[in-house]
């Protein structure tokens, strides 16, 4: 059972892990949800613009919007985090100071908003046509339709897929340590890999798996179970009823029927 053992020295060495649990949850933990959340938000500020751009009736706001999608989901994440993270080095000193943290939310938020934009573009021209005519019959302006109208319809259609892309940023973020992070803000893989050099092994880079897992897997349940409610609606199923109840109260009440007509 030499492998056994080996197997559990190199992986599952609890002193490791608890070693390196204070850093995963005070540092690791909070950079990466910072990164992920701040990611997010502008990935869909950005996005939504991406979505409008796409299905305007103008080709020079279909175009440029076209060309941004696909350049940024072509490009692989890593390829993409150091272009800018590396390009934009030196503009970010001046601006941001010399931290590469805000140049790896900007990478990721460019990245994720090429993505949401297509899932905001697919949500609102899933909706009805007749919604959109229905607004103009009313008096409404195109803007004013789709701002008040289409567009929420849209959105409220695409928010497990919304979710998905949050899951997607949240490990994606682990690519920002490439850029060379300061020491507080190291993300979860960051950590655990300072930590798994440290001790000789990778438990710690395990435990920061696990702290992805307790991150991703309960979104992942959510979103299944949105979905699902999305698809089915509110009503509640009800068990068939039988018609003969309706038969009895005919056979009862055409006596009176015939009675009223003689």
């Known amino acids: 059972m030499d492998w056994l053992n080996t197997i559990s020295r190199t992986f599952l060495d609890f002193d490791a892990m608890v070693e390196v649990l204070p850093q995963l949850l005070g540092v690791g933990l909070l950079n990466t949800l910072i990164i992920s959340i701040a990611a997010t938000i502008l990935g869909v500020v950005m996005g939504m613009v991406v979505a409008v751009m796409g299905i305007s009736r103008s080709k020079w706001l279909r175009i440029p919007a076209r060309i941004y999608t696909d350049l940024f989901r072509g490009l692989p994440a890593i390829l993409t985090i150091l272009l800018i993270g590396q390009g934009f080095a030196r503009l970010s000193q001046s601006v941001f100071g010399p931290s590469p943290y805000p140049l790896g939310i900007i990478a990721l938020s460019l990245i994720a908003s090429a993505y949401i ?22 008096g409404m302006s195109y803007t004013k339709s789709m701002a008040l109208v289409v567009v929420p319809q849209g959105v409220r259609r695409v928010l497990p897929a919304l979710v998905n892309q949050f899951i997607a940023i949240v490990k994606d973020s682990s690519l920002v340590y490439f850029l060379g992070l300061l020491v507080s803000e190291r993300e979860l893989f960051r950590v655990g890999q300072d930590a798994a050099v440290l001790s000789g092994n990778l438990s710690p880079l395990v435990m920061a798996g696990i702290f992805y897992l307790i ?47 003689t």
């Open 117 to 138: 934009g297509e899932i905001f573009r697919a949500g609102i021209l899933s909706v009805d046509k007749g919604q959109g005519e229905a607004c103009r019959a009313l």
């Open 215 to 261: 991150i991703t897997v309960p979104l992942t349940h959510l979103v299944n179970y949105f979905d699902n409610k999305f698809r089915t609606g509110r009503r509640r199923p009800t068990a068939p009823t039988s018609g003969l109840k309706e038969v009895k109260e005919l056979d009862a009440a055409s006596p009176l029927i015939t009675g009223s007509n």
